[in-house]
């Protein structure tokens, strides 16, 4: 197999001029996060959201350029807002992005206090939501697929103690092995793994949970759960912004947050509590997702925006953090991940996936230059 080298694919970038300018984009610095894992290549194209149509033509041809290099075989590349928007930086996002980015094949050094709990995992990153029924769980199993399909090694933590949901959209049955020590191994499906309480007690198994129960529950996942080297696990944090949620931002070493949200007013301003509680502990918010966006008639395709359409990129534009991109309601998205084959895998070539690995490409090239974070104190309530 060819090995594609970095550099080629910033030459075939170098051909891509930005015409706003007449400069290349290389040359103008804009290509953050590329991501090279065997024939798979993707990056993020750094614009003001304000001329986010007049470049969409560049980020295509930059698409096609390295398309054409040999050995190939797929790209992804998003238009990812200018990190010097105005509020930007002042919760640790990232102001001023490293010129060359790390990729997930060059991981960060490890404070202790990480190594312990999760030795092999560059980045923890949270999917969250203000309120339940969102579609927080459908993201962050499709992202998560998506982020696998870029060739990424991912484990899906399902932390949502009160109602997980992961086992069925996984479509994983049976119980996790035990290992030597004490220690469990994770499940498997569809190239990622997985861990969640919904393997370990029944679907049906009403619980009630105390504050350090679900903490000592969510820590055991992380620490006693051989996850082995991961470049990312994504953690499907319980609805809200509890004290619970509070708790666990603050006791997983997570290098980013990722809102999802619901057009509706008040559920955005529940996304704005979640984005804030972030913020209190010093997690980097990614951007926010809005989910159920345009309404697509599964009879004639006609949409319509049900829950009106765009709030949440203009709340996140208001806010001062990255806005990831919107998912459509649409019953397909439904029923593949009610029936435990997510439309990442049961139609990939659906616009729906690309959605998903559209906005997967955005977080790992924001992840390829953060830093890795440490583990804040832990401080016992
Ligand atoms: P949460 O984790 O926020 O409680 P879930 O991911 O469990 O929400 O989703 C709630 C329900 O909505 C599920 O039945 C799921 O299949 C459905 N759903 C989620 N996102 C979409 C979407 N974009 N289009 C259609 N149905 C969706």
């Known amino acids: 197999m060819v090995a594609i080298a970095d550099a080629d694919v ?39 959201p304000a001329d986010s149509e007049a470049m969409e033509p560049v980020r295509k041809a930059a698409e096609a350029a390295v398309r054409a290099l040999p050995g190939v075989s797929s790209v992804t590349a998003v238009l990812t807002a200018h990190s010097s928007v105005p509020g930007a930086g002042q919760t640790g996002d990232r102001a001023t992005p490293a ?57 899906l933590l399902d932390a949502d103690i009160y109602g997980p949901s992961i086992p069925r959209m996984l479509g994983i049955k049976g119980k996790p092995q035990p290992l030597p020590d004490k220690r469990i191994a994770p499940m498997e499906n569809y190239g990622i793994k997985a861990m969640s309480i919904g393997f370990l007690v029944d679907e049906e198994t009403p619980m009630i949970w105390r504050g350090p ?32 949620q509070l708790t666990m931002a603050q006791r997983v070493p997570l290098a980013g947050a990722v809102i999802v949200s619901t057009p509706q007013d008040i559920a955005l301003l529940d996304a704005r509590k979640g984005l804030h509680m972030f913020r209190k502990v010093d997690v980097p918010v990614l951007g ?33 953090c990255d806005f990831l991109g919107e998912i459509p309601l649409d019953m397909a998205i ?3 991940s009610d029936s435990g084959q997510p439309i990442v895998i049961d139609q990939p070539d659906s616009p729906h996936a690309e959605a998903y690995r559209a906005i997967a490409t955005a977080i790992a090239a924001k992840l390829a230059g953060e830093p890795v974070r440490a583990a804040p104190q832990i401080v016992m309530e």
Request: contains cysteine; hydrophobic residues 45%; negative net charge.
């Open 99 to 155: 010129p060359q980015a790390p990729g997930p094949q060059a991981p960060g050094p490890q404070t202790p206090a990480q190594r312990d709990l999760v030795p092999d995992v560059t980045w923890i990153i949270a999917i969250a939501s203000g309120k339940g029924g969102v579609g927080k769980s459908t993201t962050a199993v499709n992202l998560a697929l998506a982020l696998a399909g870029l060739g990424l090694a991912v484990g």
């Open 10 to 48: 910033r030459a075939a970038l170098a051909d891509i001029i930005d015409p706003r300018t007449g400069t290349d984009i290389i040359a103008q610095n804009m290509v953050r996060g590329l991501i090279i894992k065997d024939r798979n290549v993707g990056f993020a194209i750094e614009i003001d």
């Open 334 to 336: 439904r029923v593949t």
């Open 288 to 320: 926010i997702i809005e989910n159920m966006s345009t309404f697509v008639c599964p009879n004639c395709g006609h949409q319509t925006d049900i829950f009106g359409h765009g709030g949440a990129r203009t709340e996140a534009e208001r806010l001062g």
């Open 213 to 244: 129960m679900v903490m000592g529950a969510l820590e055991q996942m992380l620490r006693d759960v051989e996850w082995g080297r991961l470049d990312i696990l994504v953690v499907d944090m319980p609805p809200g912004t509890g004290d619970a």
